[in-house]
């Protein structure tokens, strides 16, 4: 009598892809495994990636659901099934739970020769994919949400400036995960005005949309970095700052240094810019005087920046601790209040 064989158990594929990069350009490893498969199933009759494994003459089944012990069954004699996970909404597969938590109950009971199990992405997110989520979901709340699909560049302005003020707050205290987030509020706003922009409701303005922005600023990043991207050299950051104002006011060709220096931006800042072009540019303009607050911070303003110090974060590092001061002072009044108060009990 001799002993029998077990039949080998088979192999079970789950393959996945990410939504983000575009159907059919899957991974060797992924249509090496669909070519050599003995069937390939997916309920999902939508999917985006069925189009093209037609082409590839890729055979998929579409049986009204995949069940776990369907599947098992069907890898008996060693063969191979490749399942494609229904795309659900996000087109990541989170549709397919139900198979998942299927075969993990089969595997658990012990009873059933479960076959090899492997999941194999197809495709990865690749950095920066998830901007392509914000942009899917910036463009359904435009169209969907009776706020944001009426709101103006004019509306939105003060929040763009109330949320740069927030992000700097964040890099002064060192909190990374407040650091993350108003970097993403910040985010938002670009891609709101972008979104906004696409529409083209501004009379007289063409419209223009995110992809726009971006490869705006890819040029002129490239443009102004010859010494990352083409032939020339900069050892030092000073040089690279020279080279960049140079590239920079032969692009904007300006009448003056003081063109392009917004004059909405706060006082300390503005008077620090512009004493920061006159010294760049070697020209000898003295400081106005005057007998109004004004010129002194103006003139505190043109030494910081001389120095190498940002007068508004100076001010502002010094109003910190100022604000500490006050707390202290009222923790210090409560105390003294309170234990005055059990003293006439």
Known sequence: MTDEVPAAPGRIVLLTASHRVAPGLLSWPAWQTLRAADRVLCSDRDHPQLPYLREAGVTVEHPASVGAQDLVDACAGGRTVVVIPSSGGDGGGAGDGTLTDGLARLAGSGRVQMPDLELLPGSYDLPGARLLDLVHVMDRIRRECPWSSTRTHKELAK?????????????????????????????????????????????????????????TIVEKLIHRHPHVFGDETAETPEEVKAHWLRTKAVEKQRDSITDGVPLTQPGLALASKLAGRVRTAGLNVPLPTGDSIGYDLLALAAQAEKAGTDPETALRAAARTYRDAIRAAEEAEKGFTAEESRATE
């Open 159 to 215: 929040y763009g400036i109330e949320e740069a003020y927030e992000l700097v707050e964040a890099i002064e205290d060192g909190d990374a995960d407040e650091l993350r987030e108003e970097l993403g509020d910040v985010l938002l706003q670009v891609v709101f005005h972008a979104r906004i922009a696409q529409d083209g409701l501004d009379e007289g303005s063409e419209p223009f949309s995110i992809d726009d922005v971006a490869a």
